[in-house]
């Protein structure tokens, strides 16, 4: 990689604080659920349905946690020097400009709003770096001049 390397990480602290909240939530309620199932109760019934409900909760909480954490990897770094544009430590040569373009997001699916930039790469892969992640204003405009030449 090139010494004049524009680096771009994805704003992730929103996934972090979920993260951290989602594991540290599944453990309170796994405790909890471990608490609850040794509480003497006249009810048999409570005895079995707190702890239940705490685990089924706890498995809420587990799966929020698993997403949050495979969303850690979607977004990989990206750095653009004069010749490359790296991807998650894979360098491909700049794109054309037929193969960047910056799309306002119809509302279409899970996404909603905001634009994101696209770019296809020389083996036919489409990324896409959405605008509440990474700073799309400044990839364009560092690719534009680079595409121009």
Partial sequence: METDAQ???PEMKDVYTMLAICGVLFMLLIFTALRLSKIEHPDPRRK???????YFLALLALMGFLGNFWSTFKYPNVAITRTNLTIGGEAYPIPRPHEVRLDAGGGTGS????????????DRRTWAFPEDRYAINDMLRILRPVQSE
């Avoid at 079995?48 to 705490?54: K, N, S, T």
């Avoid at 996404?111 to 020389?122: I, N, W």
């Fill in 7 to 9: 680096l771009f990480s």
């Fill in 48 to 54: 079995v349905l707190l702890p239940m409900l705490a």
């Fill in 111 to 122: 996404f909603s709003g905001g634009r994101v930039l696209l770019v296809q790469t020389k």
